[in-house]
């Protein structure tokens, strides 16, 4: 019982250093519905791992006082028409991810 304890307080305390970016990812409704549970491992770390770095670029832009606009740009010119729900879902966790980044940099401005 007391090692669970321990392992429970180790992964709050590695949870403390990780990037805003990333808890919001763990967050978003593609990581909890079990959407990326059957597909190519690979491709989803590599999916994360675009989607934060958005994030937190966006979250720079923020802080210069550009608005949302330009962070949102590229996603939505990126959407195709025709797409199936996953692409859709993809997507929506794109723009969700950057426009949580800049909201976080424009108000730390």
Same mark, same amino acid.
């Given at each position: 019982?007391? &090692?669970?304890?321990?392992? #429970? %307080?180790? &992964?709050? +305390? %590695?949870? @403390?250093?990780? *990037?805003?970016? /990333?808890?919001?990812? =763990? ?5 909890? =519905?079990?959407? %990326?549970? !059957?597909?190519?491992?690979? %491709?989803? *770390?590599?999916?994360? &791992? @675009?989607?934060?770095? /958005?994030?937190?670029?966006? /979250?720079?832009? !923020?802080? +210069? ?8 740009? =590229?996603?939505? +010119?990126?959407? /195709?028409? !025709?797409?199936?729900?996953?692409? $859709?879902?993809?997507?929506? &966790? ?6 949580? !980044?800049?909201?976080? #940099? @424009?108000? $730390?401005?």
């Amino acid at each position: 019982m007391k &090692t669970l304890i321990a392992l #429970g %307080l180790l &992964t709050v +305390s %590695l949870q @403390s250093f990780a *990037h805003p970016c /990333e808890t919001i990812f =763990s967050e978003t409704v593609l990581n909890t =519905s079990g959407a %990326l549970d !059957g597909h190519d491992q690979k %491709l989803v *770390h590599a999916f994360r &791992t @675009s989607a934060i770095d /958005e994030c937190i670029a966006a /979250e720079k832009i !923020g802080k +210069s006082g550009l608005p949302a606009q330009v962070v949102t740009y =590229s996603v939505i +010119s990126s959407v /195709e028409t !025709g797409g199936n729900a996953f692409y $859709s879902l993809l997507t929506a &966790t794109r723009l969700q991810m950057v426009l949580a !980044g800049w909201a976080m #940099g @424009s108000e $730390s401005k």
